[in-house]
């Protein structure tokens, strides 16, 4: 079955077409950032036009790379949720249309599954059940993955997500959106010996749930403090840029080995933008190492929005039987635990 899939939940337009016989066909995102970049974050209304403007010319150039013309499609997979609704909107609409007009099946996917299930498109890939860290702009999140769609939450972000406390950090020393790529690599110039503190927010109690709002504060405190003394410079910077990346990576860390050692399971998969960070990486594989866990994760541009991963998830559910009615339905929020077992009814 060869699968139409389109991401349009927040700035990215990422059109993918997989193929469950031959796996990942090709890919193409397009980025949006530049256009919101001078806001300091993404503005919802130029999204969606710019999702209007893309995705029909995008799936022209993803069809023509595959050698596939559109009657070639056996499926249409769209974000369906969550996002952006004016964004969603649109991907939906042509998503579902489309399919319409070939007369083929179409599936709303969940964003957040689509996350969850990127990893699955890498050679090394982990054998069900283990535990997601998902960790994006908008979601912090500890799950545990039976199978496609049972997922049990098992604890998440109370507050700020961790990809939004490094935009927001990033932003309050003057860096670009979204600031956490561009911390991670300032952080690369940091002396960790700087002695700059931060907290590692609820991990001296017990529980699998995240705070990240308060390190947030601490940050602007650094930064306020530096400025007062006249040392906001370029060391600065890099050292409160590492010290602030430490503290989110620890937390993360042993919140995710936490989970591990509750749920009794050895694979740990994460995904979302944030999953993209190489500390978070190296260090979850150095300290899983030490319990024989594996951690495991997809190449960069598949850590955040894309289209491959929506290919991916929606295909799992349409080979299974799934599909979404003709009546659009979109959800700007939608717990991952709402999503029926990939057997049931659907979306
Ligand atoms: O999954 P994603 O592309 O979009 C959402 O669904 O939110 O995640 C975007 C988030 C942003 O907050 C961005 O700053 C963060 O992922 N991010 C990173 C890195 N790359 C992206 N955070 C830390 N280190 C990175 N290398
Ligand atoms: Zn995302």
Redesign the pocket.
Known sequence: MKVLGLET??D?TGIAIYDTDKGLLTHKIYTQIAQHAEYGGVVPELASRDHVRKTLPLIEEVLAEAQLKKTDLDAVAYTSGPGLVGALMAGATIGRSMAFSLGIPALGVH?MEG?LLAPMLEEKQPKMPFIALLV????TQLVRVDAIGEYKLLGQSLDD????A??KAAKMIGLPY????Y??KLAQQGNPDAGIKFPRPMTDRPGLDFSFSGLKTAFLTAVHDALDREAFNDQFQADIALAF?QAIVDTLVIKCRRALEQEGLDQLIIA???S???R?QSQLETQLAKINAGVFYARPEF???NGAMIAYAGAQRLVAGQSSPLNLSIRARWPLSDLPDIHEGTN
């Open positions: 939940s927040c990215e964003h996350h994006s702009g908008g979601h997500a961790a990809g939004e490094f935009d979204p600031g956490g790529p911390i991670a990346e979302g933008g944030v993209a960070n190489k978070l850590c955040t929005d």
